[in-house]
């Protein structure tokens, strides 16, 4: 006959929390999971044990999580992961030293279709924010654009090889490579200035500034954006995310009222746009406003950016590679502002939920919970802080 289990009472607080969290009673949590009310109350308490499987899994689909989150055995996992994104990650830098337009292509190629396949799925990869994904779908994809740029459908090689260079760069960056997504940027440029399209050296230069910041290379960025401007002429969409790049690389620089200019002459190009998804760059009014709040996060006003969220529905862009950045800035500004931490906590889930490698692998969202982690004591939401610093330190 086989022992009943000892209830953890860690599993219980876990529970609890995440349900306080989200302003649920017992009895409208426990109808979510399909479990009685009492019985979701004794497992709170550490009187029962959630030993079942298949009520620990009701219980995490309730409130939004996995299973793993409330039995706290979540680490192993994450090092696995982190260690298939580092894996991801390697493979993807030796393709980028590979694809020198300069050195000959060797092999056969599939045919340019399957190759516009291949980049738009690496592309609904990384803008769901699977970027480990993504890192390995693409170094089969750059070889093979390599090899058919010396093919007869080199044009529209390099113009894959452009988009598919860019990904690259977006998503070393989103899984914190920044001196590799330089590499993937300078890829970009090669293919640009290769292909004749007058549009992809802007679109180039876009990506090379955000590398050149994320690399904490400021006044490069800005120089980079700025001659972009210059040079561009066609594309209000490109020359509005160059003012976007520009005004970051003002910011980092510590000169705010400039950024907030570049900010405001963005803001006038996608009044006249609109929404857009130009080459995947998804400039409009509701990506100005999500660069907004990203800049005023840090330096700025973090009552302006709670007033942007609040106007701000992040759901008109439908990509979570742009926005987890509303959640997280708006878990930044509340943070500073010190008065609502269990509404920032929410947002750092809720940001998590959605680009979990982002989130794990950010040095500034990294400071938020330990920032608030030191003001929880023993407040609600101490545990769910601690359980995410500590995805936060596996990564």
Same mark, same amino acid.
């Given at each position: ?47 029962? !044990?959630?030993? $079942?499987?298949?009520?620990? @899994?009701?219980? *995490? +689909?309730? %409130?939004?999580?996995?299973?793993? &989150? #409330? ?52 592309? !609904?990869?990384? $803008?769901?924010?699977?970027? @480990?994904?993504? *890192? +390995?779908? %693409?170094?089969?994809?750059?070889? &093979? #654009? ?60 876009? @990506? ?188």
């Amino acid at each position: 006959m086989s022992q009943r289990r000892t209830p953890d009472p860690a599993v219980g607080e876990r529970i609890r929390t995440r349900r306080l969290l989200r302003g649920w009673s017992v009895r409208f949590a426990a109808s979510r999971a399909g479990v009685s009310h009492a019985s979701w109350s004794r497992i709170e308490r550490g009187l029962q !044990a959630a030993d $079942n499987r298949f009520t620990l @899994a009701d219980i *995490a +689909r309730a %409130l939004d999580c996995a299973p793993s &989150d #409330l039995a706290g055995i979540g680490v192993p996992a994450q090092d696995r992961a982190a260690a298939a994104g580092r894996a991801a990650v390697l493979g993807l830098r030796r393709a980028l030293i590979d694809i020198d337009l300069t050195e000959p292509p060797s092999g056969a190629a599939p045919p340019p279709a399957a190759l516009a396949q291949g980049v738009a799925l690496a592309d !609904a990869r990384h $803008n769901a924010c699977d970027y @480990a994904g993504a *890192a +390995r779908l %693409l170094p089969d994809l750059l070889r &093979d #654009l390599h090899t058919e740029t010396a093919g007869p459908a080199h044009a529209e090689a390099l113009r894959l090889l452009c988009e598919a260079t860019h990904i690259a760069s977006s998503v070393l960056r989103g899984l914190g490579q920044p001196a590799d997504a330089w590499l993937g940027a300078e890829r970009c440029r090669e293919a640009a200035e290769a292909s004749g399209d007058p549009l992809l050296p802007g679109f180039a230069a876009y @990506a090379s500034a955000r590398a050149a910041v994320a690399c904490g290379s400021y006044q490069r960025g800005q120089t980079i954006a700025e001659r972009a401007l210059a040079r561009h002429h066609g594309s209000p969409e490109i020359l509005g995310s160059l003012h976007l790049v520009a005004a970051l690389a003002s910011r980092c620089r510590g000169r705010l009222a400039d950024s907030r200019d570049w900010l405001t002459e963005a803001a006038a190009l996608a009044a006249r746009t609109g929404e857009t998804d130009t080459m995947g760059m998804f400039f409009g009014p509701t990506n100005v406003d999500i660069w907004r709040m990203s800049i005023e996060a840090d330096d700025g006003d973090p009552a302006t950016v709670v007033e942007i969220a609040r106007r701000t529905d992040p759901a008109t862009i439908p990509a979570g590679v742009r926005q987890v950045y509303y959640y997280a800035d708006t878990a930044r500004a509340l943070a500073r502002l010190g008065a609502r931490d269990r509404e920032a906590i929410r947002f750092l889930l809720t940001a998590e939920r959605i680009a979990p490698q982002h989130v794990r692998t950010s040095a500034e969202l990294a400071q938020t919970v330990r920032v608030l982690l030191n003001r929880s004591r023993r407040q609600a939401g101490g545990t769910e802080l601690r359980a995410l610093s500590e995805r936060l330190q596996s990564q």
